[in-house]
């Protein structure tokens, strides 16, 4: 099918000698393409409260519907676009096109967007912050900005500048993949987060390793102190749900709870099993 058949188009140009330019060069070429054509498509990914139970936030994930070579995945494009400042465009239309379809479609809770480090620091990055929230009539602390260690560690007064002038739009402000990276704790201190979402590889690694374990027991609390919502991505069972509620999480996201899905699709209720799950914890909690 036209799927696969394109993923492995752009992987056979891996191969060999000045392929991969050649790769990126027609990626380039494509993604110029893809925003005037409209091949982009936002899905949304639902993320739950643990104390009630219910769905409090979505997050945008972008989609590229190549006209040849089907899904391409973020992972693959996003890098391709920062290399060549085409994030610049596509990180706007990810705004507008979340907040157009949020106040359209996603009437409570929040919406997360993804906010590359070359987006973050355009000069136009804040503007358009504040007129997207405006022409989109949602409030501003509706909204949560995500942005990952790789953001901050160049220009520390400037990412902080930057931070605050968002902070005072009134929009909230997310560390994403925590964990992994350089997850310096002093960051957690320095700038103004609502919220640390810990990376799914580092959730994963709790489920076999007692230190990984031990270290999201700290950060839960060091979040806590510092008044910040503490979510872990990536829950694929409800086993990984039992052992992070233990941990104290507020929040989780992951196929557990919902995939990415088109707004058509949007989750709105979390699954039985998981409401189940969620049942079982608080009862044995209660029982002490
Ligand atoms: P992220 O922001 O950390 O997003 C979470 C990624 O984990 C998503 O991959 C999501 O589909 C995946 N995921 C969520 N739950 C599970 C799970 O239970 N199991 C597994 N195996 N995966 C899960 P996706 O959509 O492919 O996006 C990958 C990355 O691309 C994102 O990581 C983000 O860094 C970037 N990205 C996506 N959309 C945007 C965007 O609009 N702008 C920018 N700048 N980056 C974006
Ligand atoms: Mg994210
Ligand atoms: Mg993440
Ligand atoms: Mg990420």
Known sequence: NAKSAGRQTYCLFRKGMGAEVRQRREMEKDLHAALAD????????????????NIVSYEALIRWNHPDHGLVSPVEFIPVAENSGQI??????????????????????????????????????????????????????????????????????????????????????????????????????????????????????????????????AVVRLGKALDMRIVAEGLEDTENLCLLAAQGCHEVQGYLIGKPVPVNKLVRVAPKAVLAALDQIRFAAELG
Not at 144 to 154: A, D, K, P, V
């Open 88 to 217: 610049i465009g596509i990180g706007k239309f990810v705004l507008e096109r979340a907040l157009a379809v949020a106040a359209q479609e996603i009437p409570t809770g929040n919406i997360s967007l993804n906010v590359s480090p070359v987006q973050f620091r355009d000069k136009d990055f804040i503007e358009d912050v504040a007129r997207a929230i405006k022409a989109s009539g949602i409030p501003a602390n509706r909204i949560e900005l995500e942005i990952t260690e790789n953001t901050l560690i160049e220009d520390d007064a400037r990412a902080l500048s930057i931070l605050t002038k968002l902070k005072d739009i009134g929009v909230k402000i997310a560390l994403d993949d925590f964990g992994v990276g350089y997850s310096s704790l002093s960051y957690l201190s320095r700038f103004p987060f609502d919220c640390i979402k810990i990376d799914r590889s580092f959730v994963l690694e709790a489920q076999q390793n007692y230190n990984a374990l031990a270290i999201i027991e």
């Open 38 to 53: 409209d091949q982009f498509e936002l899905y949304f990914q639902p993320r739950l409260n643990l104390a009630t139970g």
